[in-house]
C-alpha cells in the first residue's frame, strides 16, 4: 500500500528565514507521481508541483523549490525568505493509477500535512 | 480557471439526520471526488466518480453514500450523522482519461471545504 509521510506536523518561523518540508513516501510502483499542494486559511488547496517518478531534476519556481531524491524516497519542498503569506497547511500526496469503469483516474494518496506559521 | 463550489461553508447537524453536501465543478471534469480531512490524518478519500451515476468506494466509505446525476454536480450524502462524522469535507476535481499516464498526473482541483459538525 503507498504511504505518505509528513514527519514535521508543526513549523513555525520568523520572516525571511528559509524553511525545508519533509515528505518520505512509499510504493512499489516503478511510475508515480509526487505531488505538493497547499492550503491557506481559505480552506481551498491549491495545487504546487507535480513530478513524475522518471524526472529527477530539482525544480525551482521563484522562492520555492523542490528536491526529488528516489533513492531516499523523498520529495522536499523549501521556501527560501518565508513570508507571511506562506503561511498554510502543506501537503505532499503521491498519486498511483487506477482503472475504473474503462477509464483510469489519478488515486492521491496525501500524507498527515504540515502547518507551517511564518511569523512577521 | 477551474472552479469546485462546495455548498456550505459551514453546517450544524444533529445526531441521526440524514446530510447532503453537495459540490458542483464548472470545467466538465469526468472525475469527482470527497475527501475528509482530520487534523494529524491528511486528506482520506471518501467515494469518487468517474462518470455520471458511476462511483467507487474510496478508502474511507462506510457511513456514507454518494449520488451522481449529472456531470457537474457529485453530492455526498451522510444517511445518518454520527458524531465521528464532524470533519472537514473536501470536493475536488479532474480530468479523466483513457490515457493511463495523463489521467493519474492530473492534478485536483478542490473546493473550499465544508466544516461538517454533528452534535
Known amino acids: 500500500a503507498q504511504k505518505v509521510t509528513q514527519a514535521q506536523t508543526e513549523i513555525s518561523v520568523v520572516e525571511k528565514e528559509d524553511v525545508t518540508l519533509d515528505c518520505v513516501y512509499e510504493?512499489?510502483?516503478?511510475?508515480?507521481?509526487l505531488f505538493w499542494y497547499k492550503q491557506p486559511p481559505s480552506g481551498e488547496l491549491v495545487f504546487l508541483i507535480r513530478?513524475?517518478?522518471?524526472?529527477?531534476q530539482n525544480e525551482i519556481s521563484g522562492r520555492y523549490s523542490w528536491n526529488f531524491q528516489k533513492s531516499t524516497s523523498s520529495f522536499n519542498f523549501t521556501i527560501t525568505a518565508s513570508q507571511v503569506v506562506d503561511s498554510a497547511v502543506y501537503f505532499c500526496?503521491?498519486?498511483?493509477?487506477?482503472?475504473?469503469?474503462?477509464?483510469?483516474?489519478?488515486?492521491?494518496?496525501f500524507g498527515q500535512g504540515t502547518i507551517l506559521t511564518v511569523h512577521p | 480557471d477551474v472552479k469546485v463550489t462546495q455548498s456550505s461553508r459551514y453546517l450544524v447537524k444533529r445526531t441521526g439526520e440524514k446530510v447532503f453536501l453537495e459540490c458542483v465543478q464548472d470545467?466538465?471534469?469526468?472525475?469527482m471526488f470527497w475527501y475528509r480531512q482530520d487534523p494529524g490524518l491528511g486528506l482520506r478519500l471518501i467515494y469518487f466518480?468517474?462518470?455520471?451515476?458511476?462511483?467507487e468506494k474510496g478508502d474511507i466509505p462506510e457511513g456514507y453514500s454518494v449520488s451522481r446525476e449529472k456531470k457537474e454536480r457529485f453530492s455526498l450524502i451522510l444517511e445518518s450523522a454520527s458524531t465521528n462524522q464532524t470533519s472537514m469535507y473536501l470536493c475536488?476535481?479532474?480530468?479523466?482519461?483513457?490515457?493511463?499516464?495523463?489521467?493519474?498526473?492530473?492534478?485536483?482541483?478542490f473546493g473550499n471545504g465544508t466544516r461538517l459538525t454533528v452534535t
Open positions: 475536488a476535481s479532474s480530468l479523466g482519461s483513457a490515457d493511463r499516464v495523463f489521467s493519474y498526473n492530473s492534478p485536483l482541483h
Open positions: 510504493t512499489r510502483d516503478t511510475t508515480y507521481y
Open positions: 513530478r513524475n517518478s522518471f524526472d529527477e
Open positions: 500526496a503521491l498519486s498511483e493509477a487506477v482503472s475504473a469503469g474503462g477509464t483510469s483516474y489519478g488515486k492521491l494518496t
Open positions: 470545467m466538465d471534469h469526468e472525475n
Open positions: 466518480s468517474y462518470d455520471v451515476k458511476m462511483k
